[in-house]
């Protein structure tokens, strides 16, 4: 985003916040996005909205975050970033890009295919290009519209033009870098995230502990989570409903997810029809102190007979 147009989108923000909230609720609101500023001294709420979104620890994804939040209309984006319904990610799934070495695309191909079981989709250069395509235009895409980069360090990664430009658009976008070390320790800008060590672990094992990073992280969470309620909620079928719940009742759930669930749970027959599913979904529920979804009769159980079944 160009420095003019976050300026004008926090203008925006802030005038649609001084509008709606009061002072009390403006901070609670942008302790949700981690942002903890007193607002003691201030007797504008615009102008109180407007120091908290231009602090420099404020990233544009977070500016762009609350502008959704609150349906503020967004300035418009280049082609790269109005790249995120590109075909080579799955609707609706979490969008992380792979950066690896050619010579680990076999292993890197088995991680993108056991993550999407948590509703993460992965961009892997070697499989999502078709020869035809435009190789680096297609690559441009992914990481101009991805939400997180994993960087397989291994022997030979740091001396790789693409792999090394793929890791620093990810740093210039402000995006979450998960390293994994596979021999080679994080370094330059990198080297301020933890790495993870995949040394003795399968690719399972390394799928679930990137999955936990995800879910956990300040810059990922809200994400994570939003994928994977949206997931919930249209799940096709009793066993995906279940994978899709357990995994969300791994993190503490904010509110407003909470609330997400009970406001669509009864849109969907295959959660309306699963006794099952309904005592974990309120169980969860409670945890936020929000009351149980009741189902009427006629929201319960779909019979056979209430299909429209020609005679």
């Keep these: 985003m160009r420095s003019i147009d976050r300026i004008r989108l926090i203008e925006k923000i802030a005038r649609k916040l001084?509008?709606?909230?009061?002072?009390?609720?403006?901070?609670?609101?942008?302790?949700?996005?981690?942002?903890?500023?007193?607002?003691?001294?201030?007797g504008s709420r615009r102008l109180y909205v407007k120091d908290a979104l231009n602090d420099t620890s404020v990233s544009e994804d977070v500016v762009l975050r609350i502008a959704e939040e609150i349906e503020v209309e967004c300035p418009p984006v280049n082609s790269l970033e109005a790249a995120a319904d590109s075909r080579f990610w799955i609707t609706g799934h979490f969008k992380l890009f792979l950066s690896h070495l050619s010579s680990f695309k076999a292993t890197t191909a088995l991680l993108q295919n056991e993550l999407k079981k948590y509703g993460v989709s992965c961009f892997v250069a070697h499989n999502d290009i078709s020869p035809t395509s435009e190789w680096q235009k297609e690559i441009e895409k992914a990481l101009f519209s991805m939400d997180a980069l994993v960087a397989i360090l291994m022997p030979g990664f740091r001396e790789s033009l693409w792999t090394d430009q793929e890791t620093g658009i990810a740093i210039g976008r402000d995006v979450l870098v998960i390293p994994l070390d596979k021999g080679l320790v994080p370094y330059g800008f990198i080297s301020k995230y933890q790495a993870l060590q995949t040394k003795a672990k399968n690719v399972e094992e390394v799928a679930d502990a990137i999955f936990r990073i995800l879910l956990e992280h300040p810059k990922t969470n809200d994400k994570m989570l939003s994928c994977l309620v949206g997931l919930f909620l249209s799940a096709q079928s009793e066993q995906i409903a279940l994978d899709r719940i357990n995994l969300i009742k791994r993190v503490a759930v904010p509110i407003k997810h909470l609330e997400k669930i009970k406001e669509g749970y009864t849109n969907n027959s295959t959660l309306r029809d699963s006794t099952t599913i309904l005592s974990k979904t309120n169980n969860l529920l409670k945890t936020g102190n929000i009351g149980p979804i009741v189902l009427t009769p006629d929201e319960h159980i779909t019979t056979p007979w209430d299909d429209d079944i020609p005679f």
């Design 18 to 42: 001084q509008e709606t909230f009061t002072f009390a609720d403006i901070y609670v609101f942008l302790k949700n996005f981690g942002i903890d500023k007193s607002y003691n001294d201030y």
